[in-house]
């Protein structure tokens, strides 16, 4: 089998698209705005994670061949990629405790439905254009290292219309054909049938983007399920404008640089780089750019390169006729429960106090002991026993070497912190809503410096903002900020 006569071209427009949105949307990611933006392409292009992680699969796949496997891409993550945020340092964390996907992307992971694995779907739709049964079922392999449920149906979708688009120039099919394989229980699924809704009804952009946040808003800016209807915002209304499908995916906010990257992508392989260059009327950016969280691999200089060693695999592929595919609609597969790579014991005791306490409070009446798997407790609108305004927590952690590390305690309301009977953070209230990502959460603890090898006592007393269930997160935090997974927890040292 051949690949067909324009898939260069399409497969290079996508890459294009993808450089170009990721720099307009970089500087905005994050943005929850309405964003006016000028109608203008950037001169060159920058670093984003969203092409970075594709280069680390293509150096991956060229490598180990295009059977590779979910273990093969966890080894990949291990070896190339020190990215510590949300997601990708909950995975990482991860793969260094020895878990294997698809747990690597469950297991103490509050950011399941993060946009860190629907931005790196074009790699699979490229390698097997027209194939999408193909595509999804890569997708679904590369999005578990570190991703389940919505997230995962995020990349099978774009990554079946990525596949699709080779083929097939009219959007709304593309998208109806995509969404064929995503079940319809998904809430990624229903708001992208919203999107498609309002644009059908007429609605402005504007007024699409607020509906959609009003069904679906998550006060996460990288969750995927309001990103992903963005996406598709853009493209529905820059209305076959290559630039105005980057510029409308990015004027809705939020994830920004992945809204946009994706949307420029998608459009990019429906046009082509030959339409999108002679359109332009401007010299088009094609440089690669890599960041510094990608590491020990040989990346592409430029968007050239990288179509034509992706074309290569691509070629084998063709003669590839038992890879393994994913069925109309694709359900994930049940999930044995996890087993713990460890447990944090803690004792905990209630206070009827709504104050933080003046001084460590003494645990020898605190009879509780519960275990935790990894580092989220999920605490009832009742707190044990009683309705405290306040808990505190207490256990020990074990660090094998001398060395600096911060402990999180991630908390919507009032939260103090000792260690080894020394206060080391206070805070009245929370600033942020709930999200324990070590780099942007809502607390931000002083980095304990040159700390001895050895057990320390961790003491935290929490005061609830309202009497309404509320998550709390115990994070170990290298200076590097990434969680630490070598250090040990015990009630009694």
């Known amino acids: 089998m051949t690949l067909r006569a324009d898939y260069k071209d399409k497969m290079l427009g996508c890459w294009i698209g993808k450089s170009i949105g990721g720099t307009i949307g970089g500087?905005?990611?994050?943005?929850?705005?309405?964003?006016?933006?000028?109608?203008?392409?950037?001169?060159?292009?920058i670093d984003n994670d969203d092409l970075d992680l594709q280069l680390v699969?293509?150096?991956?796949?060229?490598?180990?061949?295009?059977?590779?496997?979910?273990?093969?891409?966890?080894?990949?993550?291990?070896?190339?990629?020190?990215?510590?945020?949300?997601?990708?340092?909950?995975?990482?964390?991860?793969?260094?405790?020895?878990?294997?996907?698809?747990?690597?992307?469950?297991?103490?992971n509050w950011f399941t439905n993060g946009m860190g694995s629907p931005i790196r779907s074009e790699i699979w739709g490229c390698l097997f254009p027209g194939r999408?049964?193909?595509?999804?079922?890569?997708?679904?392999?590369?999005?578990?290292?570190?991703?389940?449920?919505?997230?995962?149906?995020?990349?099978?979708?774009?990554?079946?219309?990525?596949?699709?688009?080779?083929?097939?120039?009219?959007?709304?099919?593309?998208?109806?054909?995509?969404?064929?394989?995503?079940p319809d229980h998904s809430v990624m699924k229903q708001a992208v049938i919203l999107a498609v809704k309002l644009h059908a009804d007429g609605k402005s952009l504007r007024e699409a983007r607020e509906k959609i946040l009003a069904d679906y808003q998550h006060h996460n800016f990288t969750d995927c399920v309001q990103n992903i209807a963005f996406t598709i915002l853009g493209l529905l209304y820059?209305?076959?404008?290559?630039?105005?499908?980057?510029?409308?995916?990015?004027?809705?906010?939020?994830?920004?640089?992945?809204?946009?990257?994706?949307a420029g992508s998608i459009i990019g392989i429906i046009q082509g780089a030959e339409y999108i260059f002679a359109n332009a009327k401007v010299d088009i950016a094609t440089n690669v750019v890599t960041s510094k969280g990608v590491v020990d691999f040989d990346a592409p200089k430029d968007v050239y390169e990288l179509t034509d060693?992706?074309?290569?695999?691509?070629?084998?592929?063709?003669?590839?006729?038992?890879?393994?595919?994913?069925?109309?609609?694709?359900?994930?597969?049940?999930?044995?429960?996890?087993?713990?790579?460890?447990?944090?014991?803690?004792?905990?005791?209630?206070?009827?106090?709504?104050?933080?306490?003046?001084?460590?409070?003494?645990?020898?009446?605190?009879?509780?002991?519960v275990f935790t798997d990894g580092a989220f407790f999920n605490l009832p609108a009742i707190w044990p026993n009683t309705q405290p305004d306040s808990l505190v927590f207490q256990t020990q952690i074990h660090l094998p070497e001398d060395r600096n590390f911060r402990v999180l305690p991630v908390w919507d309301g009032g939260v103090k912190l000792w260690l080894d009977g020394n206060l080391v953070y206070e805070q009245t209230h929370s600033k942020r809503r709930f999200n324990p990502?070590?780099?942007?959460?809502?607390?931000?603890?002083?980095m304990i410096e040159n700390a001895k090898a050895g057990w320390h006592r961790v003491t935290i007393q929490l005061v609830r903002p309202t009497r309404v269930p509320h998550e709390f997160a115990f994070i170990v935090a290298d200076d590097k900020k990434h969680w630490m997974v070598d250090v040990k927890y015990s009630v009694e040292a």
């Open 437 to 446: 990502a070590i780099h942007r959460c809502s607390v931000q603890t002083p």
């Open 27 to 45: 500087p905005l990611e994050g943005n929850t705005n309405f964003l006016d933006l000028p109608y203008e392409y950037p001169k060159v292009n």
């Open 132 to 182: 999408p049964e193909v595509a999804g079922y890569y997708a679904y392999l590369d999005a578990q290292v570190d991703h389940w449920d919505e997230s995962v149906w995020g990349e099978v979708l774009f990554a079946c219309m990525e596949s699709i688009a080779f083929e097939e120039s009219d959007l709304h099919k593309i998208i109806d054909q995509g969404l064929a394989y995503i």
């Open 309 to 369: 060693r992706v074309m290569k695999l691509a070629q084998q592929a063709q003669d590839m006729t038992d890879l393994p595919s994913i069925s109309k609609p694709f359900n994930l597969p049940a999930i044995e429960p996890i087993q713990s790579p460890y447990q944090v014991p803690v004792k905990y005791k209630t206070v009827n106090d709504s104050s933080l306490l003046a001084d460590e409070p003494s645990m020898n009446d605190a009879n509780e002991h």
């Open 57 to 108: 699969w293509l150096h991956q796949l060229e490598q180990r061949g295009l059977r590779i496997t979910a273990d093969d891409m966890g080894d990949a993550w291990l070896n190339h990629v020190k990215f510590p945020f949300d997601e990708y340092g909950v995975a990482m964390a991860n793969l260094r405790m020895g878990l294997k996907p698809p747990a690597t992307g469950i297991f103490n």
């Open 238 to 262: 820059g209305d076959g404008d290559f630039l105005k499908c980057i510029l409308d995916a990015s004027a809705c906010g939020y994830d920004v640089d992945c809204t946009a990257a994706t």
